[in-house]
């Protein structure tokens, strides 16, 4: 039962110290594994696809067309995420296939949901928690004006040194000027 609530306190301090964004990373690694095995397993319709047609400048001319090869990315167009799936070149096109996440985009505004509620707080109770913690501050912040006066007008001046100040070191005055010829 210790064990049970050590570790139940430990998990509410990690996520009120860390935030909600470990919980969004896991979320986030297991919708890209399952993505992965859907991608692999090619369990997603044609009407899923999004292709990308990109133009190469290719030093030379190619007519063979090369079979399609798997990548692995996202990309990330008019707000909506997609997970790249196969590239082929043809000619002088790059020809991109990617497929529509879903999940990707369900998980990011979910996280945004928590940090605004986070930050704001639920419907309706930023009234009450406003007076709790103004009832807090009050008890942990004094209100007293205080006023620092600062003494700088009122130090002496040091008196003027007999030595005059120069900006150049007394080593300076010792270099031979011009240097020396050496004879070899």
Same mark, same amino acid.
């Given at each position: 039962? &210790?064990?049970?609530?050590?570790?139940?306190?430990?998990?509410?301090?990690?996520?009120?110290?860390?935030?909600?964004?470990?919980?969004?990373?896991?979320?986030?690694?297991?919708? /890209?594994?399952?993505?992965?095995?859907?991608?692999?397993?090619?369990?997603?319709? =044609?009407?899923?696809?999004?292709?990308?047609? +990109?133009?190469?400048?290719?030093?030379?001319?190619? =007519?063979?067309?090369?079979?399609?090869?798997?990548?692995?990315?996202? +990309?990330?167009?008019?707000?909506?995420?997609?997970?790249?799936?196969? /590239?082929?070149? +043809?000619?002088?096109?790059?020809?991109?296939?990617?497929?529509?996440?879903?999940?990707?985009?369900? $998980?990011?505004?979910?996280?945004?949901?928590?940090?605004?509620?986070? +930050?704001?707080?639920?419907?309706?109770?930023?009234?009450?928690?406003?007076?709790?913690?103004?009832?807090?501050? &009050?008890?942990?912040?004094?209100?007293?004006?205080?006023?620092?006066?600062?003494?700088?007008?009122?130090?002496?001046?040091?008196?003027?040194?007999?030595?005059?100040?120069?900006?150049?070191?007394?080593?300076?005055?010792? $270099?031979?000027?011009?240097?020396?010829?050496?004879?070899?």
């Amino acid at each position: 039962m &210790k064990r049970l609530l050590i570790l139940g306190s430990l998990s509410l301090l990690l996520l009120n110290a860390l935030g909600y964004y470990p919980v969004y990373l896991c979320m986030q690694l297991k919708a /890209q594994f399952e993505m992965k095995q859907r991608l692999d397993s090619r369990a997603f319709g =044609e009407d899923e696809l999004f292709s990308i047609k +990109i133009p190469l400048n290719l030093p030379y001319w190619t =007519e063979t067309r090369q079979a399609p090869e798997r990548i692995e990315g996202q +990309i990330r167009y008019n707000n909506e995420y997609y997970k790249l799936y196969q /590239q082929e070149v +043809i000619g002088d096109t790059l020809l991109v296939l990617a497929v529509k996440d879903h999940s990707e985009k369900a $998980i990011l505004d979910s996280m945004h949901e928590w940090v605004k509620m986070t +930050i704001s707080g639920l419907p309706g109770t930023s009234q009450k928690a406003a007076g709790w913690v103004s009832h807090l501050i &009050k008890d942990y912040f004094s209100s007293q004006n205080r006023t620092h006066f600062f003494l700088y007008e009122w130090v002496a001046d040091a008196p003027p040194s007999a030595e005059p100040v120069t900006p150049v070191s007394s080593d300076y005055f010792l $270099i031979l000027s011009p240097p020396p010829e050496f004879q070899v």
